[in-house]
């Protein structure tokens, strides 16, 4: 069964304290892996797509990476307006339509 | 690109009362994703459409659930006697079909539905 997992499920850190965050996945076939950025009440905001073991991608303060098993969203030098749930997805290679599959995400507070 | 929208934000409803939500994807997007997220959870897929036909459902989609996309534009998904179980934020994504760069797919603000 695809499933993924997301580590710690909460995390907390002090401005400018840098950390990554864990997303192991199992799938029969990865078409991509996503990252998501969900502030609270709204809808989950798109961050990045990885496509391939050893891509990376950055955007400011994040940068993702993948591997086969897993991939890592490392955050650095964070501030407060970093704090959010952060959401990693899926996408089987195997089903035409798209659908993702999420992790349960991961909760991140920057404190000042 | 005004993004995707979504009516109402927030909806409550009695329990057995019947509520239908609407999606508006970016114009240009053809695929058209439910999504239901409940609290403290990643969100889990529900339907998808291309265009006007609906090409998956979910098993957790009950037989209360339905979803429509007339002319492949909006969407409407409704939810037919209401159940407690039912409260949770309803998400709408919209994607292009086409090079590999475009399955990302752009998020809604979500309806919260509350049930009583």
């Known amino acids: 069964e695809d499933q993924v997992t997301q580590s710690p499920e909460a995390l907390r850190l002090q401005e400018g304290e840098s950390s990554s965050l864990n997303c192991s996945y199992t799938?029969?076939?990865?078409?991509?892996l996503f990252w998501y950025r969900q502030d609270p009440g709204k809808g989950p905001e798109f961050l990045f797509t990885?496509?391939?073991a050893g891509e990376e991608k950055e955007k400011e303060r994040l940068k993702a990476t993948l591997t086969k098993k897993e991939s890592f969203l490392h955050i650095t030098a964070p501030k407060p307006e970093d704090s959010a749930t952060y959401l990693c997805?899926?996408?089987?290679?195997?089903?035409?339509?798209?659908?993702?599959?999420f992790g349960q995400g991961t909760e991140l507070s920057v404190k000042p | 690109d005004t993004g995707v929208s979504q009516d109402p934000r927030h909806k409550i409803t009695k329990r057995g009362q019947n509520v239908t939500f609407r999606c508006d994807p970016i114009?240009?997007?053809?695929?058209l994703y439910w999504y239901r997220q409940t609290l403290g959870q990643g969100p889990e897929f529900l339907t998808y459409?291309?265009?006007?036909?609906?090409?998956?459902k979910s098993r957790l989609l009950s037989d209360r659930f339905s979803a429509e996309r007339p002319k492949g534009s909006f969407s409407t998904l409704e939810i037919q006697r209401t159940e407690q179980g039912d409260s949770a934020m309803y998400l709408c994504?919209?994607?292009?079909?086409?090079?590999?760069?475009?399955?990302?797919?752009?998020f809604g603000p979500g309806t919260r539905l509350t049930v009583t």
């Open positions: 459409f291309q265009n006007e036909a609906q090409l998956e």
């Open positions: 799938v029969s076939g990865l078409r991509g």
């Open positions: 114009s240009e997007h053809n695929r």
């Open positions: 994504a919209s994607s292009q079909d086409g090079d590999r760069d475009r399955y990302e797919q752009y």
């Open positions: 997805a899926v996408q089987p290679s195997y089903n035409q339509g798209g659908k993702l599959i």
């Open positions: 990885l496509y391939s």
